[in-house]
């Protein structure tokens, strides 16, 4: 399975966001659970949330560096990233202006209940985007740094869920042409690549910290891009010898739940 982790990452980059309504929750195998019940057996709570916009665009920027200090004070938030995201095919050298994306990890529901309920960020996030994409996240296996971080605690697979995988790597300044010389190639092998329901790419920073976060029907679709795409091998080859990565990193989680909401 790591032969698919932050060496691959460059399949992950560049892929469009589709905001698919009614998201395919019969392919991917979703069932109606409730989500209190799972994440009260478990301490960490992850989720990654997408957020659309139609106005306040200019706002939405902004919030990539102003709302760290409102995250900050947010009780039980161990982890959190503010993350742009690619445009067109995904992670071409163009952002995606529409769309912004908000990872956090918190010691419990309960505090992330709170958080999302009182604090003032939060808060604007919901009211000025039009759409608001969410994803309840179980982890269940990690490998790797982020900025230095260990920010997922592994839990016991419940089984027969959805795997949204996410990663991120932080590129060496003296590899970022070849890198993204290849991106074109990554970004074809994801495309076609069969049990893949969703992916978009996502990033701290353009050019030099990069992530991606996709959906696979299954942990065996996973293993069958990692394992028989013979592009997919190359590009492993690739990154080995040209060392573009300074820092990386290769997560899997169960997907708990998908919500998708619209503001009036």
Not at 60 to 81: E, N, P
Request: aromatic letters at 14%; one cysteine or more.
């Amino acid at each position: 399975m790591e032969e698919l982790a932050p060496k691959a990452m460059i399949f992950f980059m560049g892929c469009k966001l589709q905001i698919l309504f009614g998201f395919k929750t019969s392919l991917l195998g979703m069932h109606r659970i409730k989500i209190s019940d799972i994440f009260s057996e478990m301490g960490q709570v992850v989720y990654l949330h997408f957020f659309t916009y139609d106005q306040h665009r200019f706002w939405a920027f902004t919030q990539m560096q102003r709302a760290h200090a409102g995250l900050q004070d947010c009780k039980g938030l161990q982890f959190y990233k503010m993350l742009g995201t690619g445009a067109g095919a995904g992670f071409s050298l163009r952002p995606d202006f529409s769309t912004y994306a908000l990872l956090s990890v918190w010691n419990s529901e309960d505090d992330k209940k709170q958080a999302f309920a009182s604090s003032p960020v939060l808060q604007a996030f919901f009211d000025r985007s039009t759409t608001q994409r969410i994803y309840a996240l179980r982890p269940i296996h990690t490998h790797g740094k982020w900025s230095g971080q260990y920010p997922f605690v592994v839990q016991k697979p419940l089984g027969d869920k959805p795997i949204g995988v996410i990663t991120r790597a932080t590129l060496n300044p003296s590899r970022l042409i070849d890198f993204w010389r290849h991106v074109p190639q990554a970004s074809q092998a994801i495309k076609e690549a069969k049990g893949v329901g969703f992916f978009k790419g996502i990033g701290e920073w353009p050019f030099v910290q990069q992530a991606t976060f996709s959906v696979w029907e299954s942990a065996e679709a996973i293993r069958t891009f990692a394992y028989v795409s013979q592009a997919h091998a190359s590009i492993v080859k690739k990154t080995r010898e040209r060392k573009w990565y300074k820092e990386d990193m290769f997560n899997r989680f169960e997907v708990i739940e998908v919500t998708t909401t619209t503001s009036l």
